[in-house]
């Protein structure tokens, strides 16, 4: 059993820049894909971007790309989104998400272990 663990969500004013992280812990050796997704209030989940724990291939959402960065520490079994140029329109609740294939995948469906989410607020 894998479990998922995100940080570092909070406050902040448009066009400023916030780090959020997850830490997994358990199984972790049988993960490929992690990833970030967010829901906003009154909206659907969405997928923001995955990356392929040992390859490194990556895929972003169209609506971050160039804005967000994701990435992964392998030794710390930690993965990582710097989002920057941060939007009001990105506030939601971020989860972290975890998938035992290898397919470089945005439905949330074929996801496997999910965080509990971090609340990331941009003001305008």
């Known amino acids: 059993q894998v479990q998922l663990v995100e940080s570092g969500g909070g406050l902040v004013q448009a066009g400023g820049s916030l780090r959020v992280s997850c830490e997994a812990s358990?199984?972790?050796?049988?993960?490929?894909?992690m990833a970030w997704f967010r829901q906003a209030p009154g909206k659907e989940r969405e997928f923001v971007a995955a990356i392929r724990r040992w390859s490194g291939d990556i895929d972003y959402a169209d609506s971050v790309k160039g804005r967000f960065t994701i990435s992964r520490d392998n030794a710390k079994n930690t993965l990582y989104l710097q989002m920057n140029s941060l939007k009001p329109e990105d506030t939601a609740v971020y989860y972290c998400?975890?998938?035992?294939?290898?397919?470089?995948?945005?439905?949330?469906?074929?996801?496997?272990?999910w965080g509990q989410g971090t609340q990331v607020t941009v003001s305008s």
């Open positions: 998400a975890a998938r035992l294939g290898n397919a470089l995948t945005r439905g949330g469906e074929e996801y496997n272990y």
């Open positions: 358990g199984g972790t050796f049988s993960v490929y894909v």
